[in-house]
């Protein structure tokens, strides 16, 4: 099964779950904040050097409340 990435449209909070392909994000919910309201991330974790949107993309220094300002 691939790895899918979704970010939470709430807190922020991006995580990663397993699913078959093709299925959406019915029934999954933020492991922070439990909301439904999830946008998935198509696997870009590789080189984002290049783009404009920074502060999202390093979020591995802390579990969800990490520099936001
Ligand atoms: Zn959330």
């Known amino acids: 099964m691939p790895l899918y990435e979704y970010a939470c ?18 029934g999954l919910e933020c492991p922070e904040c439990e909301s439904h309201k999830l946008e998935k991330q198509f696997s870009t974790f590789a080189s984002s050097s290049s783009e404009g949107d920074s502060g999202f993309s390093t979020a591995s220094s802390g579990c969800g409340t990490g520099g936001f300002t």
């Open 9 to 26: 449209k709430k807190c922020e909070h991006r995580f990663e779950i397993l699913q078959r392909i093709g299925e959406g994000s019915e």
